[in-house]
């Protein structure tokens, strides 16, 4: 039995040494080298790189879709969770598995399948440009885009929360006179707020950092249709590497500032979840 310990304390370290050396190699070298780039040259190229005009249009760009995407998914994943975990339907799983859709499907073909669709020669784009609407290769579709691909996550997170909070203290607001919108108001939402903040603040993050469905249905035109991720590949290809990395470094930053929030609200609503 003394034998035993010795030979588990040095798998132990074998295994920490192991997972420290993984997330060196495809996470923390590649993250300072991506600062070291932005930087190396001093303050002086970062400043350049984002007073360019390409750059600040791209930031722009990815705050407007990050702007119309976050609240409407918000909506749908508020009004998905009270009907799943409140509602005994038909189809009420093949509607779970609808909303997992794009956890299954890469990005790149989803942007395919809104060119196949909303495309001119697609199937509805004939009608939208006889209109005068143009989806692809503009606003609307990169918007479409983002909302596929960021659709799950309000409702993956709320519906765990209000299944855990069950429906008693609702149905004693109802006892009491309370209409559905006052119930939803004053009982449900601030009891699934801290869940509801952490798919909030997942959609954000997907939303302003994706590039596969973006890409394909955007055209990727430098100044109109170029959004941050987007541009990070057109600097880099085009030899301005301080741009390139100067906004990697943006993106970088605005996944700390998520990973730092994500985790308060982790605690939170494991605080809710376990009180």
């Not at 040494?17 to 590649?30: D, E, K």
């Not at 006179?177 to 959609?203: C, E, H, M, S």
Request: net charge neutral; hydrophobic share 55%.
């Amino acid at each position: 039995m003394q034998s035993a310990k010795p030979s588990n304390q040095y798998y132990k370290l074998i295994l920490i040494f192991l997972a420290v050396g993984y997330l060196a190699l495809i996470l923390f070298i590649p993250a300072v080298t991506v600062f070291y780039e932005a930087f190396h040259q001093g303050f002086n190229a970062l400043g350049e790189a984002i007073a360019s005009r390409a750059f600040q249009s791209a930031v722009f760009l990815t705050i407007i879709i990050t702007a119309i995407a976050v609240p409407l998914n918000t909506v749908f994943g508020l009004c998905t969770a009270w009907a799943i975990s409140r509602h005994q339907f038909p189809g009420r799983t093949l509607l779970m598995s609808i909303i997992d859709l794009p956890f299954s499907i890469s990005p790149v073909v989803a942007g395919l399948m809104l060119v196949l669709l909303y495309g001119k020669n697609g199937w509805l784009g004939g009608i939208f440009d006889a209109m005068g609407i143009k989806i692809i290769f503009a606003l609307p579709g990169m918007v479409l885009a983002t909302l596929f691909v960021t659709l799950p996550f309000v409702a993956r997170e709320v519906i765990p929360v209000m299944e855990e909070m069950g429906e008693e203290e609702e149905e004693a607001a109802r006892t009491l006179g309370a209409k559905d919108w006052q119930v939803f108001w004053r009982v449900t939402l601030p009891n699934i707020r801290w869940g509801l903040l952490y798919g909030v603040l997942l959609t954000n993050a997907r939303a302003m950092g994706e590039f596969g469905a973006v890409s394909v249905v955007s055209g990727s035109i430098i100044g109109q249709t170029s959004t941050l991720p987007l541009f990070v590949e057109q600097a880099y290809k085009n030899y301005q590497t301080e741009a390139a990395f100067s906004a990697a470094v943006i993106l970088g930053l605005l996944a700390v500032v998520t990973l730092v929030l994500k985790e308060i609200l982790e605690r939170k609503t494991g605080h809710k979840l376990e009180s």
